[in-house]
């Protein structure tokens, strides 16, 4: 899948690797690593040479000696059960003298920033701490060569602020390279754009060959259609250039002009949605599942079901426990919402703030702490899809729970461009061919409310447009569609209203613009806003006018258009 | 440094400062000596000297302690029924179906207590050992090779993650399963089948990704050296003999008594 590919990494020299979905960017780094051919099977021809050895022929362990790894997953990046003995075991399998390993230990820690995680043990770690500890461990062998497989992406706003700061530290002193592939480099640049990436860059193309390879300030600008079109993620600055033809960034008049433009005037007509299709009254949620008598008597769908023969909502209510909390941990509390059928609502805030246990509770698959949810059962999408196949192929996967041979099937494997993969096995898919069948199999119930639990995370910006599509299509037809994301430029471009969650409850309901313009809410609940969505929210009036803007992004990506700078204007 | 063991923290108590792999041992020599006692004296004996020397020396919370015995108390319960009901010879109790034999009564009781007696040092053991000394010192002093007590600890920790993933999992399931007419979703044999087959699927990449990482933080490099060596010192010699002492002066006593029985009532 990659071929061709030739190039150098000095000492010390920091790089980012760009390139689109499937150019072979893992490839590339697990053949450096010695992943691929030692553990993966594959077929390499030229060479890899990693500090003087030739990394074809050298085992994993031993390149260990010259490369520190930072994987993707923060659940498998820490291997031991304390933060001390994570560190301590890659000194002790160096033969690093027991007197010296302590110092060291608190050496890296403090570059990492997580001196007080020491004396942790991993389980009660967040992904944000994982993926730091995981880094020190990395560092703590005083590599040659850093390699950093996608670090964040798995990571809230916080934790990839911290993780950025903590691999920029790390690379400061300049004795270490570092070799960075990240999905996101929109969020993991951050408010500084282009200037935040390691100042050396080497872009794949499609087609697994090198196309650039320079520094980052010029290359990305000469690269910058190709990499938008092929739907990669690029600061902000480069985005626009690709997108709109004109160079500068947000600071820069014409750019400004030119997304004015675009978002058009007037707010359009004002959205009208159906009757409420869940609802939450004065809930409170809890991570824990409830003791088995009161779960029973709690189901929140069990009245609606019965009553429902049809498919259809019946609506009533469940005194849940009066409000008793039967000793659970409440994460949330005091939660009212109404979810309205045709309206995309979506979920803010931090990890671990309650936003998936809210999903799961209206989903009814954890009682409620207190309070009620009424409606019909709502589909849920999980944010790993792996957890709800049930089928062997897609199409199986489709027609879980529906009658033999019903002709919503193909209908819903057409509609969502899977009618190709139909036979694949599910667990064999790409991510983003993953997301797209658990949320078909989902919407083919055709369940009056859906509820998402990060939709986009993790893919590609093609895969993000298309899954913005499908919910898009599925509110058209009438489903309620909640959804928690930290993906703000995906939220702003479906969500009709927002719920920020912080400090154990609902601190902000409203519009994206509304809401996006509190920065001190925001802070509160760990959110960031990336600098195009800022600029937007700022600068416009009503969401009609942001989402007009960023669909019109959008739509440069696949085809590859550039919008005409004096059309624009 | 924070030990913690599979119930919980370890408080600092004079069986925790005890080398594992000598408490492992004890353990294991204590309950091989027992696979050759068939009267019920010398376990519950045992039982209660153990038993004793738990609450005196290992300070595990008394609820914790309780809740432990539970497993063992359900299968000693289950062998005596079992036993009592099944093993022929005289009979105590005819009240058919049931019948009930003295002989049955004798062996199950003994084996009972046998599950007890090892249960009770389980306990101790597991309760005052730190997983990560335990492995550390498997090494130093058992001379098991780093690659498999590292694996081992990183087996535990994706054991620790597993009752969530496993939760999570029946959640996205149930969630797609379709309601019966009460309105809850059916967990039969099929359901339980496919979480596990997903659960297996997970963990094995899980636990792929897991000994890469191992593997690059460099574990096989060769000689390696031990940051924390986990001691091996006259107390943990005396724990060893002191305990077999007093198990050779119960089987001994038992036996000087005309209580013991061995395997022979079997046969």
Request: aromatic share 4%; with cysteine.
């Amino acid at each position: 899948m990659l071929h061709g590919a030739s190039f150098t990494i000095a000492a010390g020299e920091r790089v980012v690797l760009f390139g689109p979905s499937g150019a072979g960017k893992s490839t590339l780094l697990a053949t450096i690593t010695g992943v691929v051919p030692h553990s993966v099977i594959a077929q390499v021809t030229g060479s890899v040479t990693v500090a003087g050895r030739d990394a074809l022929a050298t085992e994993v362990v031993e390149l260990s000696r010259h490369l520190g790894v930072l994987p993707q997953d923060p659940d498998s990046a820490v291997c031991l059960p304390g933060v001390e003995q994570e560190l301590a075991f890659v000194l002790e399998n160096r033969a690093v003298p027991p007197a010296e390993i302590s110092d060291r230990i608190d050496a890296v820690l403090a570059i990492v920033g997580a001196g007080r995680l020491r004396d942790r043990q991993t389980g009660s770690l967040s992904g944000g701490e994982s993926q730091r500890v995981a880094l020190a461990a990395a560092l703590i062998g005083r590599p040659e060569i850093l390699v950093l497989d996608e670090p964040t992406s798995m990571l809230d706003a916080d934790g990839l602020r911290q993780v950025r700061d903590a691999v920029d530290a790390a690379a400061r002193p300049g004795t270490v390279a570092v070799l960075l592939v990240e999905h996101r480099l929109d969020e993991y640049a951050g408010s500084r754009g282009a200037a935040g990436l390691p100042e050396r860059c080497i872009v794949l193309g499609a087609d697994g060959t090198i196309t650039h390879d320079g520094p980052t300030a010029s290359v990305l600008p000469t690269a910058a259609v190709d990499l938008h079109r092929a739907g990669c993620w690029l600061p902000s600055e480069i985005e626009l250039r690709a997108a709109l033809g004109l160079a500068g960034g947000l600071t820069e008049p014409d750019v400004q002009r030119a997304l004015l433009a675009l978002a058009g005037e007037g707010c359009g007509a004002p959205e009208v949605f159906g009757p409420v299709v869940l609802a939450g009254r004065d809930l409170a949620v809890s991570r824990e599942v409830a003791p088995r008598p009161v779960r029973r008597g709690q189901w929140p769908f069990r009245r609606a079901a019965l009553d429902a023969g049809d498919g259809h909502a019946a609506r009533g209510g469940h005194p849940a426990g009066d409000g008793r909390t039967e000793g659970r941990r409440v994460l949330l509390s005091g939660v009212n919402l109404e979810l309205r059928a045709g309206e995309i609502v979506a979920v803010l805030g931090r990890n671990g703030a309650g936003k998936s246990s809210l999903l799961l509770t209206l989903a009814g698959l954890l009682a409620p702490a207190g309070g009620t949810v009424t409606g019909a059962r709502p589909g849920l999408v999980f944010q790993n899809p792996e957890h709800q196949f049930l089928g062997n192929t897609v199409r199986e996967e489709i027609a879980v729970g529906l009658p033999v041979g019903s002709a919503r099937v193909d209908r819903v494997l057409t509609g969502h461009g899977l009618g190709p993969l139909a036979d694949r096995n599910p667990y064999r898919l790409s991510g983003g061919q993953k997301r797209k069948v658990s949320l078909a199999a989902m919407l083919v119930h055709e369940r009056a409310s859906l509820l998402a639990d990060e939709p986009t995370l993790g893919l590609d910006r093609r895969s993000t447009i298309a899954t913005i599509a499908a919910f898009r299509r599925a509110a058209r037809v009438g489903r309620g569609i909640l959804l928690c994301s930290h993906d703000l430029r995906t939220v702003a471009t479906l969500a009709d209203r927002v719920l920020v969650v912080a400090d154990g409850r609902i601190v902000a309901d409203g519009s994206v613009v509304e809401v996006l313009r509190q920065g001190d809410l925001l802070a509160r609940a760990g959110i960031t806003v990336p600098p195009l969505l800022r600029w937007l929210v700022a600068r416009l009036d009503s969401v009609a006018q942001v989402r007009r803007v960023l669909d019109a992004l959008d739509t440069t990506v696949d085809a590859g258009d550039t919008v005409p700078a004096a059309e624009a204007r | 440094m924070n030990a913690s063991s599979a119930l919980g923290a370890v408080a600092p108590s004079r069986l925790a400062r005890r080398n594992p792999t000598v408490k492992l041992a004890i353990l294991f020599i204590v309950s091989l000596a027992l696979l050759f006692v068939f009267d019920p004296a010398t376990p519950a004996l045992l039982y209660l000297l153990g038993l004793a020397a738990v609450l005196g020396f290992a300070r595990i919370p008394l609820r914790t302690l309780v809740l432990a015995h539970l497993p063992f108390v359900g299968f000693a319960l289950g062998i005596l029924v079992v036993n009592a009901l099944s093993r022929p010879g005289e009979v105590l109790v005819d009240l058919p179906p049931i019948r009930v034999t003295v002989e049955g009564l004798q062996v199950g009781s003994a084996l009972a207590l046998r599950t007890m007696a090892i249960g009770i040092l389980s306990i101790g053991f597991i309760g005052t050992t730190d997983p990560v000394a335990l492995m550390t010192s498997l090494h130093q002093h058992a001379r098991l090779s780093a690659r498999v007590t590292f694996a081992v600890l990183a087996g535990y920790r994706m054991l620790q993650q597993l009752p969530r993933e496993w939760q999570v999992i029946r959640q996205a399931q149930s969630v797609r399963a379709p309601l019966r007419s009460d309105g809850a979703t059916r967990f039969g044999i099929r359901e339980f089948g496919r979480a596990a087959f997903t659960l297996l699927v997970v963990s094995l990449r899980r636990g792929e990704r897991m000994s890469q990482s191992l593997e690059s933080r460099g574990l096989g490099l060769g000689a390696r050296t031990v940051w924390r060596p986990v001691p091996l010192g006259p107390a943990d010699w005396l724990l060893f003999a002191g305990t077999l002492g007093v198990l050779a002066l119960v089987i001994t006593g038992v036996g000087t008594l005309g209580l013991g029985i061995g395997p022979g009532v079997l046969f």
